[in-house]
């Protein structure tokens, strides 16, 4: 990020997206069969916002509402969570967006999700409509494709937020491949490869960059995606490879690009949900941080393996020096780790955080 961005910043990361009121089932089972749902909120911006507030960062989430109860509630929730809501823009005219959702992994036949978000207030951000003075107040934005698939008006925004301008804070870009969102044919991947490209940290997942461009393996999705500086390619199981390219001294040559493989925490876990939101909030932390990448990493897991063992999206983080902690063990206590529910209150003394 250049030094005037780093100077004016009134934030650690602004977050831009919609946020929607999430209905959970009371219970598994199909949707037709639920009775009852509990209200949440869901969206992948503001998720990562409230994790960093919680992490003890500066966090601001950007996005519209309906001038609505849902509306409201979201704001107060987000809010809640220590996240500057102040840039937030109620939209008299349309509503708030809202899900509802099975109980089942998303990555099953068995999930069901069904949105109402057409012709929401989110769908209607454009460049003419957002603070821009918020928005790039900050070290560093964050965006996902999500936002671009909602609307021409939220593409032609994320098209010009990733333009290259003077004192243009880090742009961060979680690719958030969904083809449902996409109506326009097949116009999705080309559009994410191409704010992928123009963006300065980019996170997708091996299986998405596979589906979206027909690339497979880390090299390969390096060579679709040479502009970021850096790259998080999330391999499931197999943990994360991030590239990094690091500027070479004066007349060393061209900038050198490390790849970084770290593997996942064996994990216990309760809700696969909210993993990815809650990865690239820990990766965030780490660079706001200046951490090594290595430990950018580890922090993405750690925050990730938080969620995965409480039932909803959002929980609050281990706390910072705990996760130093575990950050800094050698490869092999990181490899016999073991993390289950309550690890992140454990502080090194509860039984569900092990090495076997």
């Not at 929607?20 to 209200?39: E, H, I, K, N």
């Not at 964050?142 to 003077?166: E, N, V």
């Not at 070479?248 to 309760?270: F, H, I, K, M, Y």
Request: glycine fraction near 12%; charged fraction near 20%.
């Amino acid at each position: 990020m250049s030094g005037s961005a780093a100077r004016t910043a009134t934030a650690d990361v602004v977050c831009l997206g919609e946020s929607m009121v999430t209905f959970l089932p009371s219970q598994p089972g199909r949707l037709a069969d639920v009775p009852s749902f509990g209200r949440g909120i869901g969206g992948a911006e503001s998720n990562v916002a409230c994790a960093l507030a919680a992490a003890g960062h500066r966090a601001k989430w950007v996005g519209r509402v309906g001038a609505d109860g849902f509306g409201d509630h979201l704001v107060d929730a987000i809010a809640g969570y220590g996240v500057d809501t102040s840039a937030v823009r109620r939209d008299p005219d349309r509503p708030t967006g809202i899900y509802f959702r099975t109980a089942t992994d998303r990555a099953t036949d068995a999930h069901e999700v069904a949105y109402y978000r057409a012709g929401s207030a989110a769908s209607a951000m454009s460049p003419h409509n957002v603070p821009y003075d918020d928005l790039l107040a900050t070290r560093v934005l964050h965006l996902s494709g999500i936002t671009a698939a909602l609307s021409a008006d939220c593409l032609a925004l994320l098209h010009d937020l990733t333009a290259a301008r003077d004192g243009r804070p880090l742009v961060s870009f979680d690719v958030n491949h969904r083809p449902g969102l996409w109506r326009e044919g097949g116009t999705g991947p080309e559009v994410l490869l191409d704010l992928a490209r123009r963006s300065d940290l980019v996170f997708v997942g091996e299986d998405e960059a596979e589906e979206a461009w027909g690339v497979h393996g880390t090299e390969a999705i390096r060579a679709a995606l040479p502009e970021p500086d850096v790259l998080v390619v999330k391999r499931g199981s197999d943990g994360v490879t991030v590239f990094s390219r690091t500027a070479a001294g004066p007349g060393a040559g061209p900038a050198q690009d490390t790849a970084t493989t770290v593997p996942s925490l064996r994990v216990d876990v309760v809700a696969a949900v909210g993993a990815g939101d809650a990865f690239a909030a820990g990766f965030l932390s780490a660079t706001l941080r200046d951490l090594p990448v290595r430990d950018r990493a580890r922090h993405g897991h750690l925050m990730a393996a938080a969620v995965l063992t409480v039932p909803g999206d959002l929980t609050g983080p281990p706390p910072r020096a705990y996760a130093d902690r575990l950050a800094a063990l050698d490869d092999e206590a990181w490899g016999t780790l073991r993390l289950g529910p309550g690890w992140t209150v454990a502080d090194g003394a509860n039984e569900e955080v092990r090495v076997t």
